[in-house]
């Protein structure tokens, strides 16, 4: 322990500073982060792409992703996994019938429940869509530096750990 308050004051004013400048430097480099997606959203927009092509909402692919992950789930499971009502499923599923994109079964166990499950189009257009976001991926990353790389690939694999630890919604 120090025998001078005056010292103690001052680390403590050092230690302060230190503190504003990594929270200083942090909400910068948030913002550069926040900038650079927004750019590349607005790119991503402008270019062809299946998943903007398909004319389906938010809500649809998100339908569409939980099938292809989850593989055919009761429509009550399947409210569950999206954070929807009973009623908002079905008629999510209803419209991805008539497209075409989804089939719906009976469970042979009990009549009641009704599973969904992708068709082959909806499979289909999942994978054009996987392949697409594949293609631009591996176009862009050839074009970034070696070092650079090594740098997304950290920051990335830190989001993922990040993502680990938060808790489930």
Do not use: C, K
Request: hydrophobic share 45%; charged share 30%.
């Amino acid at each position: 322990m120090s025998g001078n308050a005056g010292d103690d004051r001052a680390d403590d004013r050092a230690d302060d500073s230190a503190d504003d400048s990594a929270d200083d430097e942090r909400a910068a480099l948030v913002a550069a982060i926040a900038a650079h997606e927004a750019v590349l959203r607005r790119s991503a927009a402008r270019r062809p792409n299946p998943l903007f092509d398909s004319g389906l909402t938010m809500q649809q692919l998100r339908v569409l992703v939980v099938l292809g992950a989850d593989g055919p789930l009761p429509q009550g499971d399947l409210a569950h996994a999206l954070g929807v009502g009973l009623a908002t499923v079905t008629g999510l599923v209803d419209r991805l019938v008539a497209r075409g994109l989804v089939e719906r079964t009976e469970d042979p166990r009990d009549r009641r429940v009704r599973h969904a499950a992708l068709s082959a189009d909806g499979t289909a257009l999942l994978d054009r869509i996987e392949s697409a976001g594949q293609e631009v991926r591996a176009r862009l990353l050839a074009r970034i530096d070696l070092d650079a790389l090594r740098g997304l690939e950290r920051g990335l694999a830190a989001l993922h750990e990040a993502l680990a630890e938060l808790p489930a919604p």
